[in-house]
């Protein structure tokens, strides 16, 4: 198995099978205990149904809300490749809030479409924003085919519908399955019920997706605080792309300034000679004056602006109008700000733009905005390093929107 996960979401309109196919994902792979499974069994006798294992994501829903043991925002399962993360996406509002401000960054999706109801109004709102997030890994399952008694002429139809849809976003989904997540069809194995099809499961489309090779960018490692630790300067942080290297040249953004870093600490290791994506670890430095905020660089080649031009995603239910005082924070920096242009604005149901040279932003809207910071930070566009592409803006100390930097 490779040591990489795959972080993905799985996304799709209410009711198209998403607790399904995320049940029968653990099911199919052993990642279920057995006395869950019993468990599952008996739930569903009781109910009168065959195995069910969207009743396995009502239940850890209900314990994630009591705060107990299980937090399906970041639930896994692994197959003889690799580790998979799901992150969860209840809803687009918190789909977005959940990819900007959580931990974990998405690396690839799966877009539910039941073959009965086609494209809904949330499945749009989907699609967009996986266009705006710059998912390009995209695998769209066509769900319920029982339903439809593995039809060939009604999954070429929608198929259609799915393409132009996506094409529009300049998404071009590596695969479109058809799959029935409550029998098992096409998931994990082949199935007899549709043989007139000759494309991969779900678990062979993902097994073929890439993880992120943020490890062969350039250095980016954003400093979280400064102390003193047995008398030197330690700067704490996590790598978010590149590789960090004992005795590397370094530049110290936005301040200019350069350095050379001569040690790499991590807690209960000694003699670090490097750090990769991901790692979390404290560095010392000659040569450079520390402090949180800083991103320190193998190359100058971020922007050092106060100006940035990027998408958001409006979060609360009411209106902003240029020139609001805001707070955006990207990795450890933070400065104030206001949006100072919205060029046009979107209405991500329809994937149409509502006007351009707009005077407010609404509740739930994408907008093409000009930002204007007090003070020069560092960015990268999304597309290139997410981690310094990604933002949140908050305003009195709530988050109202997330942003990608394009």
Request: charged share 30%.
């Amino acid at each position: 198995m490779e040591e990489k996960t795959l972080h993905i979401v799985i996304v799709g309109h209410v009711d198209h099978g998403k607790s399904t196919l995320v049940g029968r994902l653990f099911y199919d792979t052993g990642c279920l205990p057995p006395d869950r499974v019993e468990e599952l069994k008996r739930i569903s006798r009781e109910m009168g149904r065959e195995l069910e294992f969207a009743y396995m994501m009502d239940h850890l829903e209900e314990e994630r809300q009591k705060g107990i043991t299980i937090d399906i925002a970041h639930t896994f399962f692994t197959t003889e490749k690799r580790r998979y993360v799901i992150i969860d996406a209840p809803g687009h509002k918190e789909f977005l809030k959940n990819m900007i401000t959580g931990s974990s960054q998405a690396q690839a999706a799966l877009l539910l479409v039941d073959i009965s109801q086609g494209i809904k109004e949330q499945t749009r709102r989907h699609c967009y924003i996986l266009g705006l997030l710059g998912i390009r890994q995209v695998a769209v399952l066509v769900n319920k085919m029982d339903m439809a008694g593995y039809s060939e002429d009604a999954f070429n139809a929608i198929k259609s519908e799915i393409e132009s849809v996506l094409g529009r976003l300049n998404i071009a989904p590596a695969y479109i399955l058809p799959v029935s997540a409550r029998l098992g069809d096409n998931i994990a194995k082949k199935s007899d019920n549709l043989p007139w099809f000759n494309g991969p499961t779900v678990l062979e489309a993902l097994d073929s997706f890439e993880t992120n090779e943020a490890e062969n960018t350039r250095l980016r490692f954003p400093i979280q605080d400064v102390y003193d630790v047995d008398g030197k300067m330690t700067a704490v942080g996590r790598v978010e792309s590149g590789v960090l290297r004992k005795g590397l040249e370094v530049h110290i953004l936005p301040d200019g300034t350069k350095g050379r870093v001569t040690e790499i600490r991590q807690f209960m290791r000694d003699g670090i000679g490097s750090a990769a994506v991901g790692e979390c670890v404290g560095v010392v430095m000659d040569g450079a004056g520390l402090k949180r905020g800083q991103i320190v660089v193998d190359e100058a080649t971020s922007t050092v602006t106060d100006t940035i031009r990027a998408n958001i995603f409006w979060l609360i239910d009411k209106d902003y109008r240029p020139g609001v005082s805001l707070d955006w924070k990207c990795a450890t920096q933070e400065a104030k700000g206001r949006i100072e242009k919205i060029y046009k604005r979107f209405d991500p149901a329809s994937i149409e733009v509502v006007q351009k040279d707009a005077k407010e932003i609404r509740p739930a809207e994408i907008a093409e905005v000009e930002i204007k910071l007090e003070k020069p930070v560092v960015i990268d566009s999304f597309g290139d390093i997410p981690e310094m592409g990604r933002f949140v803006l908050e305003h009195m100390g709530h988050p109202v929107a997330g942003g990608i930097i394009i």
